[in-house]
Structures are given as C-alpha cells and as structure tokens.
C-alpha cells in the first residue's frame, strides 16, 4: 500500500483514462455489473455527464504518484447510499481499491453505506470487508460483464 494514493475531483481528462480502463476484457468479467457496451462511447459519455452533474452522488479520481489509477463512486439508490469502485487491472493486488473505498467512506457523513459484489469476485468482497462492510444478503441480476444472470452479495457497512 501507498501513501501517495490520493483522491480528487473528476476532471474532463480522467475520463480517457476511465474508459480505457472499462475496455479491460478480464476487469469487465470480474466486475460483471458494466455498461451493456463498455466500448459504446456515446453511452460512456452520457453516463459520466450524468455522475458529474447529479449533486447527489460523490465521484472521485483515484491517482496514485499523479497517475489516474481509477474511481471511486457514492450514489443513491432509492434511500439507500451504495458505493462503487473501478481500479485498472494494471494496479490490482496493491490496495489501491481500499485506501480509495476508505477514503471515499471518510467524505461520507451518512450510514449505513451499501455495496454489491458478484460472489465470485473475491477481490472485491475483500475490499469490502476490509473497509468494514458485512454481507447482509443474497440477489441475482443481469451482469453485462458476463451476458448472463448470475449471484450477488449485499454488503453493508453500519452505522
């Protein structure tokens, strides 16, 4: 892990480097719930001027040494606050998913915090737990990521 892991405020150039980042075959399977077409550009573009422009959800860039390395998302969810994340798979496996999940959860005043996990997804689930979620439940849905439905955990972090 890093020190040099830093948040910041999305910016109009963080958005190649996210959408590089969605065109990973192996990252798009292993977070299974993606866009329908990561490589749709169009719909790339709607979706983060909606992220940026909605004041009720929370979008950070995840740089490490001044590098963009991925993403961190708060956002509502009916009443409910759920938690996303995307790091490029160039950076996985040296705690960047969780010093940014933690450090997105220490902007967020309110708790409970969701998440959702493909039950599979093994690194994911334990970057969750390491930010102190607990698996409060069980889903199925439609993954993109891997054409079909597949199982989930419901993640909580209390208050």
Avoid at 92 to 117: F, S
Avoid at 118 to 144: H, M, T
Wanted: one cysteine or more; a negative charge.
């Amino acid at each position: 892990m890093t020190a040099n892991l830093r948040l910041r405020a999305v910016r109009d150039d963080d958005l190649p480097e996210f959408y590089r980042h969605q065109l990973d075959p192996e990252a798009i399977r292993m977070a299974a719930f993606t866009a329908d077409d990561p490589a749709d550009r169009g719909a790339f573009a709607d979706h983060w001027h909606r992220v940026r422009s909605d004041p009720g959800i929370v979008s950070r860039t995840v740089t490490v040494d001044g590098e963009v390395v991925g993403h961190v998302l708060a956002f509502p969810v009916g009443e409910r606050t759920e938690v996303s994340y995307w790091i490029d798979r160039g950076h996985w496996g040296r705690g960047y998913a969780t010093l940014a999940l933690d450090a997105l959860l220490r902007e967020l005043p309110q708790r409970p915090v969701h998440a959702r996990a493909a039950k599979d997804n093994l690194g994911s689930l334990a970057v969750l737990r390491k930010c102190g979620f607990v698996i409060r439940g069980e889903d199925r849905g439609y993954a993109a990521g891997r054409g079909r439905e597949i199982e989930e955990y419901v993640l909580e972090l209390p208050a």
